[in-house]
């Protein structure tokens, strides 16, 4: 997941609400990484944001449940975020040795 550390208007978001989100992520799969200060650019309707976001990368079982858990995220973390879009992107067929 790619959790914006600015709102669209390039103001900071509240370190507490980013620890807030970070909690529920923790007590749902009891942990996450965390790479910090990626820096983005993109392009909606000709115009560019630039963002900073931290890389949030959590293992988990690939399950329907754990799919559905983290869509009703991403799309409560975009309006409380106040997001375009936020990015939560899933690998599969990884296997931990």
Known sequence: MYLP????????????????????????????????????????KRRLYADWVDKIQVLTYDTKGNDAWFRRFKARLEIELKQKKIFVLKKSGIQVL
Do not use: P, Q
Not at 10 to 17: A, F, N, P, R, S
Not at 21 to 30: A, D, P, Q
């Open 5 to 44: 550390l600015r709102y669209n208007d390039g103001t900071e978001i509240d370190e507490g609400l980013i620890a807030k989100t970070l909690e529920e992520v923790l007590v749902e799969f009891g942990g996450f990484t965390r790479e910090r200060a990626n820096e983005g650019s993109w392009i909606d």
